[in-house]
C-alpha cells in the first residue's frame, strides 16, 4: 500500500530555522499536509500543498514540494520554544479512494533555548 | 465553533468489557474518521465514513464497529475490549481537500 516516512526527531536551537523532511510513495497524490500535535491534543492542520504546486509560504512556514521525487519539506524559520511539538506529514490522492489520508508517523521536534 | 467534540476524554476499561466512543462535528463536513495512535506508529485508520450512510473499514479494522448515526456522528464501538486496544482515539472530519479537522482524543486503557 502506499507509505509516508519521516525521520523521528529533529532538534534545533531557538531562532535558527528547522527543515522536517517527508518522502511518499503515492504517485497521484493531489494534496500534501502538514499537521501539529502538541501534546495530549488532537493534531491541528498547519498548511496543505496541491500537488501541482512546487512551494507554499504562509508567515513563518514555507512548504516545498518535489513531485519527481516524492519529496516534501517543512520549513519554519525563527524556530521558537513554542513550536516543541510532532509534524505529521500525510498525503491523500487517487490511490487512496480519493478522500482517506496517510500520515506519516511523525517528527518529533525539539527547540533548545 | 466547536469543530469535533470527542467522548470520553479518558477510560479505563477491564478485558471483555464494551464501550461506545463517541463523536459529534458541527461544521456540516460529509466524511468521518476514525484513527488510532499509537508511540512510534502515527496514525492508523479504523473505519471512516464518506458520506452519510456509508462506512467502510480502514487499516485495523478488527475489533471495532462504528455507526454513522446521522451527518454529525460518527460512533466507534469495543464489543470485547482487549489489551492491545490500549491506544489513543481520534475522530476526525473533513470536506473535499481542506484537511481534517481533529478532535481532542479518547485515551483509552484496557487492563
Known amino acids: 500500500g502506499e507509505d509516508v516516512e519521516q525521520s523521528l526527531f529533529l532538534s534545533v536551537r531557538e531562532g535558527d530555522s528547522s527543515v522536517i523532511n517527508c518522502t511518499y510513495t503515492?504517485?497521484?497524490?493531489?494534496?500534501l499536509y502538514w499537521y501539529k500535535q502538541e501534546p495530549g491534543a488532537g493534531l491541528q492542520l498547519l498548511t496543505y500543498?496541491?500537488?501541482?504546486?512546487d512551494m507554499k509560504q504562509d508567515q513563518r512556514l514555507t512548504v516545498l514540494l518535489n513531485k519527481k521525487d516524492k519529496h516534501l519539506s517543512l520549513r519554519i524559520a525563527d524556530t521558537q520554544t513554542g513550536d516543541s511539538a510532532i509534524y505529521f506529514c500525510?498525503?491523500?490522492?487517487?490511490?487512496?479512494?480519493?478522500?482517506?489520508?496517510?500520515f506519516g508517523a511523525g517528527t518529533r521536534l525539539f527547540v533548545k533555548a | 465553533n466547536a469543530g469535533v467534540t470527542q467522548t470520553p476524554k479518558f477510560q479505563v476499561l477491564k478485558t471483555g468489557q464494551s464501550m461506545t466512543l463517541q463523536c459529534a462535528q458541527d461544521?456540516?463536513?460529509?466524511?468521518m474518521y476514525w484513527y488510532r495512535q499509537d508511540p512510534g506508529m502515527g496514525l492508523r485508520l479504523i473505519y471512516y465514513?464518506?458520506?452519510?450512510?456509508?462506512?467502510d473499514k480502514g487499516e485495523v479494522p478488527n475489533g471495532y464497529n462504528v455507526s454513522r448515526l446521522n451527518k454529525r456522528e460518527f460512533s466507534l464501538r469495543l464489543e470485547s475490549a482487549a489489551p492491545s486496544q490500549t491506544s489513543v482515539y481520534f475522530c476526525?472530519?473533513?470536506?473535499?481537500?481542506?484537511?481534517?479537522?481533529f478532535g481532542s482524543g479518547t485515551r483509552l486503557t484496557v487492563v
Open positions: 461544521m456540516n463536513h460529509n466524511s
Open positions: 500525510a498525503e491523500r490522492g487517487g490511490n487512496t479512494g480519493g478522500f482517506k489520508t496517510i
Open positions: 476526525a472530519s473533513s470536506q473535499g481537500g481542506d484537511g481534517y479537522t
Open positions: 503515492d504517485s497521484s497524490s493531489t494534496y
Open positions: 500543498i496541491f500537488s501541482n504546486m
Open positions: 465514513s464518506a458520506s452519510e450512510g456509508t462506512t
